[in-house]
């Protein structure tokens, strides 16, 4: 759907509404061709856009198409509040196709970057004043996290952007005493939730990061603060973890120490689930191999718990999770929470770190066929991958099957 706005800024006579910038239009345009490439059909996504930008007749092939989007962008370009508008109409009917999208955090950060000044915080854009020092801003904790007679104000300097999910951005961050300067991962929440109704937002949000508080593990990140900075907007402080993504740090090992990896993060998921936890988006971006001991720690733990959504739509109809990595039971009813949503997941990352692909569990492939080696593996992940009623009961079973598998090479 379109985001709604003063009409005034549609038909902005006085020009009060700028132009979206060149190289954002180069940018937008990209990403456009680059979620048009998830798609079993490029040519249908770059319709969708062409549409929404003005251009309702189809392209004859998708050379055209591009090109043609791109004129229909030009022609939107003066009016960065209708050009917005558009494009988010576009990217949701875009997610409506089964492709993952940039969330609305990340559009933003877009924005500020090219200094245009408005935020899109569905289903509305709003007018904000441009910020000028956005990789260097400073987060004061407020009053709910830091009492007026707290005789130390905790302050993090906001550097560079380290990365971006559906919930949030993650940005390196400093904070000097007089001690020495310390380095942190600085995570800002995607501020949606928060806008319904803010006091009971508030106090699930700090009720959930006390549960999340408790859970100490060797392969979860833990959270050294969290609060509301002085726009309203949540935020998290955790370590930063100098190491790759689990998919890219398996690469360069063998299968068996892969699959190794995997038994960590499984015994991680075992000590959250025991205190009531869940992930509810596992996927390989969220495990963090660190360099110096090989140790994979899952990062943002909670943070789909944290988040979900309050209205009443979103908790019946919207599954949290990345596409590819919820189990059929969720995406049926999001209501359905329970372990073996993070233990499909950690199946679907287990294959993918092995074959480099997710698996279609409607049509196993047999990782065998990569390495006879591997064929212990195939029953164990084709029953962590099937029906919820079949699939292992936890995450230590999922784990224990592993391990013994593991200890039978050794033997």
């Not at 924005?111 to 007018?127: A, G, Q, S, T, Y």
């Not at 090989?294 to 959504?309: E, H, L, M, T």
């Not at 329970?338 to 480099?356: F, K, N, R």
Request: charged share 25%; glycine share 4%; proline share 7%.
């Amino acid at each position: 759907m379109t985001l709604k706005f003063p009409s005034s800024w549609r038909f902005d006579a006085n020009k009060t509404v700028p132009a979206i910038p060149a190289n954002l239009l180069n940018d937008l345009h990209s990403l456009a061709i680059d979620l048009s490439d998830l798609h079993k059909n490029p040519q249908h996504i770059v319709e969708i856009f062409k549409s929404n930008f003005g251009n309702h007749s189809a392209s004859s092939n998708m050379d055209w198409a591009v090109s043609d989007l791109r004129s229909a962008m030009e022609k939107k370009d003066p009016n960065s509040a209708n050009f917005i508008s558009a494009y988010w109409a576009s990217l949701e009917e875009t997610q409506k196709q089964g492709v993952d999208i940039p969330s609305a955090e990340y559009m933003n950060n877009l924005l500020k970057v090219h200094e245009v000044p408005f935020e899109i915080r569905p289903p509305n854009l709003v007018r904000v004043l441009p910020s000028h020092s956005e990789l260097h801003h400073q987060i004061d904790i407020d009053e709910a996290t830091n009492p007026p007679d707290a005789q130390t104000q905790h302050q993090y300097i906001q550097g560079e952007l380290l990365g971006q999910g559906g919930f949030g951005s993650v940005y390196k961050a400093t904070r000097h005493t007089s001690a020495g300067t310390f380095e942190f991962a600085l995570k800002r929440l995607d501020p949606s939730p928060f806008n319904e109704d803010v006091g009971k937002a508030r106090l699930r949000f700090q009720r959930e990061v006390g549960a999340i508080q408790k859970l100490q593990h060797r392969g979860i990140v833990p959270y050294f603060d969290a609060g509301f900075d002085t726009e309203g907007r949540p935020f998290l402080v955790m370590p930063r973890i100098h190491g790759s993504n689990i998919r890219d740090a398996a690469g360069i090992e063998p299968y068996w120490q892969r699959v190794s990896f995997i038994t960590e993060v499984l015994d991680a998921l075992h000590h959250a689930h025991k205190n009531d936890v869940l992930h509810r988006d596992l996927k390989p971006s969220n495990i963090i191999v660190r360099n110096t001991d090989k140790q994979p720690i899952i990062v943002d733990f909670g943070n789909a718990y944290i988040v979900d959504r309050l209205d009443q739509e979103s908790l019946t109809t919207k599954a949290v999770g990345s596409l590819g990595y919820i189990p059929s039971e969720v995406v049926a009813n999001p209501k359905n929470r329970s372990p073996l949503h993070d233990i499909y997941s950690c199946a679907v990352i287990t294959y993918e770190i092995i074959a480099g692909r997710r698996p279609d569990p409607a049509d196993y492939e047999k990782l065998e066929t990569l390495d006879p080696e591997l064929s212990p593996l195939d029953p164990i992940l084709k029953k962590a991958l099937g029906p919820a009623s079949k699939r292992h009961a936890s995450a230590l079973e999922l784990k224990n099957d592993l391990l013994a598998i593991i200890t039978s090479r050794k033997t």
